[in-house]
């Protein structure tokens, strides 16, 4: 059982490229999503969906976007890379039961992304 | 809008001395409550969680947290601490759906 699996583990860009991080999960976790982490800033939401073919923006949505074809990916594209952008990325994924988040997410291992 | 505040963005505390990480939260109706433990270049793990029933939760590890609704706090505590302990923990609510995280505490533990 592996979890929620992010690739690439690190990667390197040029302001102005784009990009896809990749997450899939095996879990049958209805609910994804992903944040970014800066220092002293905790985590961020960017995106997240409740299921497939819905998708919907968190905190810190522009400059990314996300589609939900299936249960199991949920990739995020940044368009055009900024070095503003950098950061770590994180994609978590849960259960959803009724219309409340009350489970628990189990998170993947990270993106380290710098934006150069 | 719901929001978290981890007050104090680093704690040191000596070996086999009580942990305390304080947590507030905002929030318009009843939220779930989450603690969260993040090691070094890995990603978050669950220690405990709130979601109705027993406002103290106990959780892995031997930390605890009390949900205190009339002071909107959610503070984690761990009677005597241990040097595996260090890491950052994150505090986070979830109302309508969304998991929204606080800006984190790093526990150094002393020798």
């Known amino acids: 059982n592996a979890g929620v699996t992010q690739t690439p583990k690190f990667q390197v860009l040029k302001t102005g490229q784009s990009m896809t991080l990749q997450c899939a999960q095996d879990m049958n976790h209805e609910y994804m999503s992903w944040y970014r982490q800066d220092p002293g800033m905790g985590l961020r939401l960017i995106h997240y969906?409740?299921?497939?073919?819905?998708?919907d923006q968190g905190e810190v949505p522009n400059g990314y976007n996300v589609s939900r074809s299936t249960t199991e990916d949920f990739p995020l594209r940044l368009l055009s890379a900024a070095p503003s952008q950098t950061s770590v990325y994180f994609c978590?994924?849960?259960?959803?039961?009724?219309?409340?988040?009350?489970?628990?997410?189990?998170f993947g291992d990270g993106t380290r992304l710098s934006i150069l | 809008a719901q929001s978290v505040t981890q007050l104090g963005s680093h704690v040191s505390v000596s070996e086999g001395a009580l942990v305390l990480l304080r947590c507030n939260y905002s929030?318009?109706?009843?939220?779930?409550l989450f603690w969260y433990v993040q090691y070094p270049n890995q990603g978050l793990q669950l220690l405990l969680k709130?979601?109705?029933?027993?406002?103290l939760v106990k959780g892995i590890n031997g930390f605890e947290a009390e949900f205190k609704k009339s002071e909107t706090s959610f503070h984690l505590t761990k009677p005597s601490a241990h040097m595996s302990d260090a890491a950052e923990y994150f505090c986070a609510v979830s109302v309508g759906g969304k998991l929204i995280f606080g800006q984190g505490t790093e526990l150094s533990v002393k020798p």
């Open positions: 969906s409740v299921g497939a073919g819905i998708t």
């Open positions: 929030s318009s109706v009843p939220p779930y």
């Open positions: 978590a994924s849960s259960h959803r039961v009724g219309q409340g988040l009350n489970q628990p997410q189990h």
């Open positions: 709130y979601t109705t029933g027993a406002t």
